[in-house]
């Protein structure tokens, strides 16, 4: 699994988002998304955490911040 490091899309910035992680496969993408509440580092440190899916079918986790 390759992480890639982009910005928050605007959309994104508009709905409260502080943080994003899409898992991609070949097909059709996984994503969750962090809201700005003050509860999230948990959250936020499973979300990069991706070494469970080093063997699955995701190849890339875009990590939006």
Same mark, same amino acid.
């Given at each position: !699994? $390759? +992480? /890639? =490091? @982009? /910005?928050? %899309?605007d *959309? &994104? /910035? +508009?709905r ?7 898992? !991609?496969?070949?097909n *059709?993408p %996984?994503?969750? *998304?962090? #809201?700005?509440?003050? $509860?999230?580092?948990n959250?936020?440190? =499973? @979300?990069?955490d991706? +070494?469970? #899916?080093n063997?699955?079918? #995701?190849t =890339?986790?875009?990590? $939006? &911040?």
């Amino acid at each position: !699994m $390759r +992480k /890639k =490091y @982009l /910005k928050l %899309t605007d *959309e &994104q /910035k +508009k709905r409260g988002v502080i943080f994003s992680s899409q898992l !991609m496969p070949d097909n *059709e993408p %996984t994503i969750h *998304e962090v #809201f700005d509440n003050g $509860r999230n580092n948990n959250k936020i440190d =499973y @979300l990069l955490d991706d +070494k469970f #899916f080093n063997d699955s079918h #995701f190849t =890339y986790n875009l990590i $939006r &911040q």
